[in-house]
């Protein structure tokens, strides 16, 4: 955003630190088009000292320029707010959780204090806050716990109708190009100061199953807290320091800036000194624009003007958007690498960090050009990088899909979604038993005697009865018998065979025909139609469980297939 500041004039103290602004603007009320500020913000700041400073950084990067002059007229300034000691116009600290990525990113884009709302226009953060925003290295094993305090101690508002000066006036009406490169698109009409802390806690689980465990243990940690009740803030932090391997970052606006790596307790005894930081220290927190076109005495004919002048602005945050977006389904891929994706080969994780390393190259090289100074190519800039994101989403599709083939009687690993275990080796009274670490080999075999599917290597939802078999134990079969509640073991040739076989039901999905890796599915016996194989609710043995009423939604009877490796098979 081209803009001036329009004469807001403050008296503060010197704080230890840069103000640094990201501007994440959102689309005008009163236009059918956006704009999104990338260019330069000019403004009429009391410091002569400093002729430049950069704000915000990475994709989104604006420079502020000093100027001294502008094109608001006679701008009436408030009166200078005079505040009791140690008090602030706005304060909240609060404990969130979150359970996923897609939360926290839709929380904080639309939480005021990260992108606050003007009339007119939307925009104005600091950067340190934008992994937040993009919700950037969140897994799909993390659990989130976010300490938020937000503090106001003054905002600066111009009261009353803003008019152009005389000279602007003119500018506009003969040169509208030579305006915005004078004054700018837009101008700052409110200044908020204050402070904000973030403290981002992850807690990475091995398992879907785990995660939802610790999920909702940390629920019961959110809520809010009074800035001076230090000892359940201390307390909710020990409890959750207990829970398991945490990861932590801090951000900070306003306050004291946090010196070198802090452990937790050091990060937690800083969150309860920064609110008397800030009133010391406070910051720039919030801008508010409006753009000239809102004026009396200004050409329609502006707005338009505007518009061509920053059109490819919006397009390029788009692509930077997918080129983020494709980047953090890599991660959750990554992340569940060894159980629920434990389908896709080691060939194909290659290919998939090879579409990874391409994304962030890409995205780097688009967001070292997307700056001010290189505004006169956006159109390029947009010609070179707009809907490579979507390529490359298209070839990570494409592996995906070779990966999930699936060929019945190919060797396989049962992976259980919901216990976080894998079919495991048998006892000493051939019981089926279950593992974290030690999965069985296990082969999907037709039974054509009771198969309508025909002769098809593809599986087929309900059409598919299967044996269960497995090399390590040659000429055995999976059965089920009666009065007998652990699956066993048993020659194929001296049980009674519908025991011994299982139909294939997909488990959610009742249209989908074939199977493939990564299908949860369910194994109901034929026999007793009624079970099916789950597992116990210790996490030790296969067990035959109930399917009946949408039970298997909530139960330990779905599975998925895992890939078995070359080498797996050579050891």
């Not at 840069?18 to 009320?29: A, G, K, Q, R, V």
């Not at 390393?357 to 890409?362: A, G, H, I, P």
């Not at 700056?371 to 994101?389: M, R, S, W, Y």
Request: aromatic share 10%; charged share 25%.
């Amino acid at each position: 955003i081209n803009a001036e500041y329009g004469g807001i004039k403050r008296n503060t103290t010197s704080g230890p630190h840069h103000n640094m602004i990201l501007l994440s603007l959102l689309p005008l009320l009163v236009q059918s088009w956006s704009i999104i500020g990338v260019q330069e913000v000019r403004d009429v700041f009391p410091d002569p000292s400093s002729t430049n400073i950069e704000f915000g950084a990475g994709y989104n990067a604006i420079s502020l320029s000093r100027t001294g002059s502008y094109a608001i007229k006679d701008p009436k300034l408030p009166a200078p707010s005079v505040l009791p000691k140690n008090r602030f116009i706005r304060q909240r600290f609060q404990i969130r959780h979150f359970k996923d990525r897609d939360s926290l990113v839709k929380f904080y884009m639309n939480d005021n204090s990260i992108v606050t709302a003007g009339d007119g226009l939307k925009g104005g953060t600091c950067s340190k806050f934008s992994k937040i925003v993009t919700g950037e290295g969140v897994t799909a094993l993390d659990s989130i716990l976010v300490v938020d305090i937000d503090l106001v101690t003054d905002s600066e508002t111009i009261d009353g109708p803003v008019e152009l000066t005389k000279q602007a006036q003119d500018l506009i009406r003969k040169d509208e190009k030579g305006f915005i490169g004078l004054f700018g698109t837009h101008f700052l009409r409110t200044v908020v100061w204050g402070g904000k802390l973030i403290l981002l806690v992850k807690v990475r689980s091995y398992s879907s199953v785990d995660k939802s465990k610790l999920d909702e243990e940390m629920a019961g940690l959110a809520g809010s807290l009074s800035l001076s009740d230090a000892v359940q803030f201390k307390s909710k932090m020990a409890r959750l320091q207990s829970m398991g391997t945490l990861d932590w970052t801090l951000y900070t606006l306003g306050g004291n800036s946090p010196k070198g790596n802090l452990d937790l307790h050091e990060a937690v005894a800083f969150a309860l000194r920064f609110p008397s930081d800030v009133l010391r220290w406070d910051n720039i927190r919030e801008l508010q624009y409006l753009g000239y076109w809102l004026l009396p005495a200004v050409p329609w004919s502006f707005s338009s003007t505007v518009s061509s002048f920053q059109q490819y602005t919006v397009r390029i945050m788009d692509a930077l958007s997918e080129f983020v977006d494709l980047e953090e389904n890599v991660v959750d891929l990554k992340s569940l690498k060894s159980t629920q994706l434990s389908w896709i080969s080691g060939t194909g994780w290659e290919e998939i960090a090879q579409v990874d390393s391409e994304t962030r190259k890409q995205r780097k090289t688009l967001s070292d050009k997307f700056t001010p100074t290189n505004i006169g190519i956006f159109k390029q800039i947009v010609a070179e990088f707009e809907g490579e994101a979507r390529q490359l989403k298209s070839e990570l599709d494409d592996i995906l899909e070779e990966e999930r083939s699936y060929t019945m009687g190919e060797s396989v690993y049962l992976y259980n979604l919901k216990s976080g275990v894998y079919l495991g080796n048998k006892n000493y009274q051939d019981y089926a038993k279950v593992t974290k670490s030690a999965p069985l080999t296990v082969t999907l075999e037709p039974c054509p005697y009771q198969n309508t599917a025909g002769d098809s290597p593809i599986a087929q939802y309900r059409n598919t009865v299967v044996s269960i078999k497995s090399p390590v134990f040659p000429g055995e079969v999976l059965c089920l018998g009666s009065n007998y509640y652990t699956p066993f073991w048993r020659e194929e040739s001296s049980y009674y065979s519908p025991q011994c076989s299982w139909r294939l039901k997909h488990g959610s999905d009742p249209y989908k025909r074939s199977m493939e890796f990564g299908d949860p599915f369910i194994l109901n016996n034929v026999y007793w139609p009624g079970f099916a194989l789950g597992v116990d609710s210790e996490g030790k043995w296969a067990l035959a469980v109930p399917d009946s009423g949408g039970n298997h939604l909530f139960g330990t009877s779905l599975w998925t297939l895992g890939k078995i490796e070359d080498d797996d098979n050579d050891k």
